[in-house]
């Protein structure tokens, strides 16, 4: 038995992913890659030392998405979810989408949660709220 912190699923629910460790930090990213990715105002992240990100089925469901040569997001082939990404610069990292979380929560420290890339935020869009703000990524 594995100590699962969280688990979640794609919408149809053929892939299916369990945390087995809180998640590092936490983004709310504006960019339009993420924005169209998700056909969304943003798409949020959470990031995870890869070893605690646990694909516990559906691997064979996955379809792979390059929106640059260095970022591969992974998708549900099934209902376009969007599950999680490599970026091949931190690669014993994961990104993954803590919207499809089904039980439990990211766990990651509350300090770490931010808007990026708010310089290409849609325009339709008005953020609130106390988080903070980054124009690019740092
Ligand atoms: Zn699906
Ligand atoms: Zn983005």
Redesign the pocket.
């Known amino acids: 038995m594995t100590d699962q912190i969280a688990t979640g699923s ?6 299916r992913y369990s945390l087995l460790a809180p998640s590092r930090e936490l983004h709310h990213c504006h960019c339009s890659m993420c924005r169209k990715c998700h056909a969304s105002m943003f798409g949020t992240y959470a990031t995870i030392q890869r070893e605690y990100f646990l694909l516990e089925e559906g691997k064979e ?1 996955l379809t792979t998405h390059l929106t640059t040569s260095d970022v591969h997001r992974h998708f ?1 082939s ?2 376009g ?1 969007h599950i999680y990404i490599d970026v091949d610069w931190e690669p014993d990292l994961v990104w993954f989408t803590p919207g499809t979380i089904d039980t439990g929560h990211p766990q990651h420290p509350v300090e770490t949660e931010r808007h990026i890339w708010v310089g290409s935020k849609n325009p339709l869009y008005s953020i609130t709220g106390d988080l903070p703000k980054h124009e690019e990524f740092d």
């Open positions: 794609c919408q149809c629910g053929k892939i469901h549900c099934g209902c979810a």
